[in-house]
């Protein structure tokens, strides 16, 4: 084979490659939908503008009640929260409740889906909403770890916080990494396993046949996919430990709720975050999976009024 062969060879293979990760991810991921005014029009609550795009939240309770803010995790967006959201407005509460960027129906904008986003993003709605006084804010899984993030930079913002099962390590993802193949993987693989892998989260999945469908509903919307790879390239890999030690160095109170029987953000973390933060009000849920705010919400949100009104 000549040289001048080999080279377009070379450029043939580079350029199907190219050729793949532009289209093919687009054929393998059924995203049908502009997330316009007619979508938006569905959705429950509100929308603020942030600086990357319309961000959708929920805002009950008392305006003079204490703020809570609740920051769901990886991929299931802010209905999440409703059991909890339900209670604390109950007890007489603000609650403010969001979708993340790329979720539910927040918009998706086409940048690195990494800390600084998701920290800035709760920093940018508290300001769009006026909420001047230091908040108490609450973190499931990811949440977790976007919630200690924003603490260890605006503990002047912040007067409690709660994580229940925090994300707490990075990950290897592997050729998810590299170009083409994690869009091809992604597309292929991660995202349409999403829906049925939220059963994973429940100690009794069967109860809640109805998840995967609700989930749904936002992956119609463009961009879906593409802020889920991102998310896992860019927040994924990042060991947030560090964000749990300055937290640890202030006096905010944090309460640390586990389930027991978590296999998504495995119990076997605990001692890792509890030995960052040094000081923490420790709540152990033996009968728990990942989804205890949910599916223990009997359980989990006594404990957390509790918390959140001690010198209320």
Known sequence: MTRRKLMYGIIVVLAALVVAAIFAPRLLVD???ALDEVARAAAP???AELRHGLVHYLDEGPR?????????GFSVPSYTWDRTAAALVAAGFRVIRFDLYGRGYSARPDVDYDRTLFVDQIDDLLDALEVAEPVDIVGLSMGGAIVTGYAADHPRRVRRVALMAPGNSAFDIGVVAWPVVGELINAAVLVPGLPEGQRADFVEPDDYEDWPERY?????YRGFARGILSTIRNFGTRDPIADFERLGSYETPVLLLWGELDVVVPFSGLDRVASALGDATIVRLAGAGHALHYEQAEDVNPELVAFLTKSR
């Open 31 to 33: 995203e049908p939908l």
């Open 45 to 47: 609550g509100d929308f």
């Open 64 to 72: 003079d009640g204490q703020t809570v803010v609740l920051v769901h």
């Open 216 to 220: 749904r509903v936002q992956m119609q």
